[in-house]
């Protein structure tokens, strides 16, 4: 995976969504909220509904793949239930690990 950016080198908009999906997953951690896919993804529907094969999006730009190919995801979505959990923590973390370094830390969850 590609190093952070900083904050000045990631819009500000895009600054804005990645924020949005952290949430998304921190609610999905706390069992607040559920997934649905990109349906419900700021990032997916920045990227991945309104330009071609997710081009820009950070997760992109850290795993060199589209559409969060390797990232804990898919892991999450279709892995066994009683590892449900663990990926969602894997997810949000990996999540934050795309904020700039500028941007201060956010405690990780342990999985």
Request: net charge negative; charged share 30%; glycine share 8%.
């Amino acid at each position: 995976m590609s190093d952070s950016l900083s904050n000045e080198e990631m819009a500000s908009e895009t600054l804005e969504a990645l924020r949005g999906s952290i949430e998304k997953w921190e609610g999905i951690v706390a069992g607040s909220r559920s997934d649905r896919g990109g349906s419900d993804c700021p990032l997916c529907e920045m990227f991945a509904h309104k330009r071609d094969a997710c081009f820009g999006c950070p997760v992109m730009k850290a795993t060199g793949r589209g559409h969060c190919d390797d990232t804990p995801y898919y892991e999450f979505r279709d892995g066994p239930f009683a590892q449900r959990q663990v990926n969602a923590e894997r997810m949000l973390n990996f999540l934050k690990s795309l904020l700039p370094r500028d941007i201060p830390a956010l405690k990780e969850v342990q999985p």
